[in-house]
């Protein structure tokens, strides 16, 4: 099923005489593409652009380019490569001093930042999107969704899901306006994965955010009756990973033991990566307290093995995976092995609760409208 943005975008496309309007447009139908799983489709168009426009004889097709080229990245293999290609277009953008591609490609380093949590440039790449908005009187294009959808995740993280909620209801308004069906899974998704895992560190570092997890279920639910409603193809395996999570968090490890392996042979779950790791760890936890002792040591074997493979693991990451591995490790008799797990999720644990409240008084900055409707 079509979006509304989508159609719109082809019939434009196939209206278009002006081979840069056609550039434009199909870079723009790209990047949806990309965002709404369509690989195939999107990686045609890159081709096309670049075969046609790859001399950089049209600033805003070149940035636009490489805009697409981060979201088959990020989309495709949550792959390092996005942020480096995003934030070339974001530098290009500030040199050619155009209002509309910065607040683009600034809102996109933003969400990018936010989930490497590096959350000072997060702030910085928020206020030049924000800055950028205010020079633009019309078109302000997909930036003001991308903006209050990480604002809601940053919110989130942070402890405050009232206030994420508000910025969601923004996110929501913002695709709903142009018929965005890829931003709208994303936000439900993000939605849903990030109330699971602040509710875990949660029960860690023994605090009440405010979370209610009876709504926990429906979040993740919803989010996946969406992706399918709407034909969505590129959140599957990370809405499935927010499945097992919840079932970690509820105690259904015999559920969490039937998901997490048909996970872990999925070819869009990357290895090595923080995802994976976590997985594994919680596939650990889930054979321990099902006393399929031999299996659970053998992932908590092989958690050492890939994290010292992955590169940078978030705090709050951290904390999920070393509690799912310790515990597992103390319940296989392994005590040697689950005294330095013990010692990594203590220390994660102070980490993130410091960042979380040092976010919270940056996001001090960006208060929702008074006014935030939802529909």
Not at 24 to 53: H, P, Q, S, V
Not at 115 to 122: E, I, P, V
Not at 130 to 142: K, V, W
Not at 363 to 373: D, E, K, Q, S, Y
């Amino acid at each position: 099923m079509k979006s509304p943005l989508e159609r719109r975008l082809i019939a434009a496309l196939d209206a278009a005489t002006s081979p840069d309007q056609r550039a434009l447009l199909l870079a723009e139908l790209g990047g949806y593409w990309a965002r709404a799983g369509e690989a195939d489709r999107a990686e045609k168009a890159r081709i096309t652009l670049r075969n046609e426009f790859g001399d950089y004889r049209n600033p805003r097709v070149s940035v636009l380019i490489i805009v697409l080229e981060a979201l088959q990245a990020y989309y495709g293999e949550l792959s390092p490569l996005a942020r480096d290609r995003m934030l070339r277009a974001s530098l290009l953008s500030k040199g050619f001093r155009d209002p509309g591609l910065i607040a683009l490609t600034s809102a996109w380093m933003a969400h990018i930042e936010f989930n490497h949590a590096r959350f000072d440039s997060m702030v910085l790449e928020l206020t030049c999107a924000t800055q950028a908005l205010q020079d633009l009187s019309l078109d302000r294009g997909f930036a003001p969704c991308r903006i209050a959808l990480t604002l809601g995740d940053a919110n989130l993280i942070a402890g405050l899901p009232s206030v994420a909620q508000s910025w969601y209801d923004i996110a929501r308004r913002e695709a709903n306006a142009i018929g965005d069906h890829a931003a709208i899974g994303a936000m439900t998704y993000n939605r849903a994965a990030l109330r699971v895992a602040r509710a875990r560190f949660d029960d860690l570092a023994e605090v009440d955010s405010g979370i209610d997890r009876s709504l926990l279920r429906v979040d993740v639910d919803s989010a996946i009756n969406y992706q399918t409603a709407a034909q969505l193809r590129s959140l599957e395996h990370l809405l499935t990973t927010a499945r097992a999570s919840l079932f970690i968090l509820q105690g259904r490890f015999d559920q969490a033991a039937l998901v997490i392996p048909q996970l872990l042979t999925a070819e869009e779950v990357p290895n090595p990566s923080v995802q994976r790791l976590l997985l594994e760890a919680d596939l650990a936890l889930a054979f321990a307290k099902l006393q399929r002792f031999e299996e659970a040591r053998k992932y908590v074997e092989s958690c050492a093995k890939t994290y010292a493979d992955v590169i940078s693991i978030p705090d709050d990451d951290q904390c999920l995976i070393a509690s799912s591995v310790s515990e597992a490790a103390r319940l296989c008799g392994l005590l040697d092995v689950c005294k330095p797990w013990t010692a990594q999720l203590a220390g994660a644990v102070e980490r993130h609760a410091q960042l979380c409240s040092k976010l919270a008084e940056k996001l001090t900055n960006f208060p929702p409208p008074a006014r935030a409707g939802s529909d």
